[in-house]
C-alpha cells in the first residue's frame, strides 16, 4: 500500500526523514482501505501482520490500517522511500532543469541521486525487504506500507518489466497493489486499487475514470 496524501503530495520531492505527515484527505483515504481491507478479511488467506516505511506518513497510513483489522504497525526499514538527496524537497515543476533529468525520465537504471541513493540500490533494497516478508509469513497475507518508486520497482520485478520503464505503472495514493510471492515465481493480483473514485489519479489534467 502507499501512504496517503500528504500537503506535498504531487508537489514536491520526497522531504529527508521523517517528512511530513498525512493531510486530512490522506487520513480519509488510509481509513477507507483499512475499512476496506476489514471487510475482506474472511476471504484473505490469514492476515497476520501490518509493515511500514519509518518515515512519518507511512507510519501514520499504517496505524490508521492497523487500527481497522485490529494489527499492531512494525517498522521495516527497507520500505522507506528514495533518498533524493539534493533533489529533496524541490518542486516537481523544477525537475526539467536539474542536470540528468533526462537520465531519470529515460534511463532510471542508470541514476544515482547527488547526495542520495542509486535508483538501481533502491530497488535492490526494496525487493530485498518484500521477499524478506514474504518468506517469514508463508502462507500469509501481509501489509506493507511505503512509497510510490519503491512500490512500481517491486511492481515491475513481479511483472517482469525492465526497470527502466517502471515509472509506465501507477501507484497512486493509498492504492493497494497485491502480488502473491509463490515458489513458481510472484503474481500480481491487484495494481493500484483505490478505495474510492475520488482518489482515481489525474492524467494530463484529466480524471481517469474507471470503465
Not at 112 to 126: C, D, I, N
Not at 189 to 209: C, E, H, I, K, Y
Request: proline share 8%; aromatic share 6%.
Amino acid at each position: 500500500m502507499r501512504h496517503g496524501k500528504t500537503a506535498t503530495t504531487g508537489k514536491e520531492m520526497p522531504e529527508a526523514a521523517p517528512g511530513p505527515g498525512l493531510s486530512e484527505e490522506g487520513r480519509a483515504q488510509a481509513e477507507a482501505v483499512g475499512r476496506a481491507i476489514a471487510a475482506w478479511r474472511p476471504f484473505l488467506p490469514v492476515l497476520s501482520s501490518v509493515y511500514a516505511s519509518p518515515l512519518a506518513r507511512a507510519q501514520e497510513t499504517a496505524g490508521l490500517v492497523g487500527r481497522c483489522v485490529g494489527l499492531t504497525v512494525q517498522e521495516e526499514p527497507g520500505l522507506v522511500d528514495l533518498d533524493v538527496g539534493a533533489w529533496a524537497g524541490m518542486a516537481l515543476g523544477q525537475l526539467p532543469k536539474q542536470p540528468g533529468w533526462a537520465t531519470v525520465a529515460h534511463c532510471p537504471s542508470a541514476f544515482h541521486f547527488p547526495g542520495g541513493e542509486a535508483m538501481v540500490t533502491m530497488q535492490a533494497r526494496v525487493l530485498g525487504a518484500v521477499r524478506a516478508l514474504a518468506g517469514r509469513h508463508p502462507g500469509e497475507s501481509i501489509i506493507a506500507v511505503s512509497h510510490a518508486d519503491p512500490i512500481k520497482a517491486v511492481l515491475a520485478d513481479a511483472l517482469g518489466v525492465h526497470f527502466d520503464l517502471f515509472q509506465r505503472i501507477v501507484v497512486a495514493p493509498a492504492s493497494l497493489s497485491a502480488v502473491c510471492y509463490a515458489s513458481e515465481g510472484p503474481r500480481v493480483l491487484t495494481l493500484n486499487w483505490l478505495a474510492s473514485p475520488d482518489q482515481l489519479p489525474r492524467v494530463d489534467g484529466a480524471l481517469r475514470r474507471r470503465r
